[in-house]
């Protein structure tokens, strides 16, 4: 079974207007961690967002916003006010366990395009 | 966060040939990862390399193929041998630390990647 499932491959959106990226899980363990990436074209992986599974309020960072459901287990980025930069792909992944004996499991990913 | 290079940047390499990528890192720091991305796929971990041990290579990876060096803190390398055409891939470096406050977590970061396409 799939750990981490990203079901949308592609998306398009209007510049300007907010953005989901959905991001399903599947763990048992009570301590993990959820981390989204972003890589643009040039190939990088640039870190963005972290939600660990303790956290009782969403994470936040600028325009990024992570919807944690946690009964739902889903992760799911907010990007608000999108730009034409937004355009790139979006990795979730997922540690299970806090620290860093555990390995990142990464979904699919999601390409999104943002349209002017 | 630690600023971290990669050189080449992107090659095209004959079959049959290697190539090593070099990771160098501005800080000191434990783990290191080489990944590697297929063209529209995912990442998938080759191995973990650890300064002051061998690296730990995970399943379908061997040694062999992929030669991994760490001989410091802040620099590794990783050879692809005997190319092939299955091996143009991204192959990416990251960095793993505690990021502190607000995170309070060990985070991954990357370096730039190589883009090889083996012809």
């Known amino acids: 079974a799939q750990k981490i499932t990203q079901t949308q491959p592609g998306m398009f959106v209007q510049e300007k207007e907010a953005v989901t990226l959905d991001c399903t899980y599947d763990?048992?363990?009570?301590?993990?961690?959820l981390f989204w990436y972003k890589q643009p074209s040039s190939g990088e992986m640039i870190f963005l967002i972290y939600q660990g599974s303790y956290d009782e309020q969403n994470a936040t960072e600028g325009r990024y916003s992570l919807n944690f459901q946690k009964a739902r287990k889903s992760a799911n980025l907010v990007i608000s006010a999108s730009q034409l930069g937004d355009s790139a792909m979006y990795f979730c992944a997922m540690r299970e366990g806090l620290d860093s004996n555990y390995q990142l499991i990464w979904g699919a990913g999601t390409k999104l395009i943002i349209k002017p | 966060s630690a600023v971290i290079s990669q050189k080449p940047s992107r090659d095209i390499c004959q079959r049959g040939t290697s190539l090593t990528i070099q990771c160098q890192v501005d800080?000191?720091?434990?783990?290191m990862f080489w990944y590697r991305q297929q063209p529209g796929q995912s990442l998938t971990l080759i191995a973990t390399?650890?300064?002051?041990?061998?690296?730990?290579?995970e399943s379908g990876f061997v040694i062999d193929k992929f030669p991994i060096s760490r001989p410091n803190l802040t620099f590794s390398t990783l050879t692809v041998s005997n190319m092939s055409p299955e091996d143009s891939s991204i192959y990416l470096c990251?960095?793993?630390?505690?990021?502190?406050?607000?995170?309070?977590?060990?985070?991954?970061?990357f370096g730039p990647g190589t883009r090889l396409t083996v012809l």
């Open positions: 763990t048992s363990d009570q301590s993990y961690g």
């Open positions: 390399a650890n300064q002051g041990s061998e690296a730990t290579y």
């Open positions: 990251s960095v793993e630390y505690y990021a502190g406050v607000p995170l309070r977590t060990d985070t991954q970061y």
């Open positions: 800080s000191q720091v434990t783990m």
